[in-house]
């Protein structure tokens, strides 16, 4: 409501697991007119991972947000 209020757009980096548990929350920023971009899907270190591991999550993230964002 204060980004509307102030006609501000934004880009919001969305959890995997957040949209998923909120996707209607994530379908309105989207027809709001802001930017959904993708984050992972937890928020782990990815640092603190194999890459095959970090690559898995980050892939989950994608997925899960576009699942909820766009149904697919």
Not at 17 to 39: C, D, F, I, Q, S
């Amino acid at each position: 409501k204060a980004l509307r209020a102030e006609c501000v757009k934004a880009s919001f980096f969305m959890l995997g697991r957040n949209a998923m548990a909120h996707p209607a929350l994530a379908r309105k920023v989207l027809a709001e007119g802001h930017t959904v971009a993708h984050h992972t899907y937890s928020h782990p270190l990815l640092s603190h991972m194999s890459l095959a591991r970090a690559e898995a999550e980050i892939d989950r993230g994608f997925a899960a947000v576009d699942q909820a964002v766009y149904g697919s």
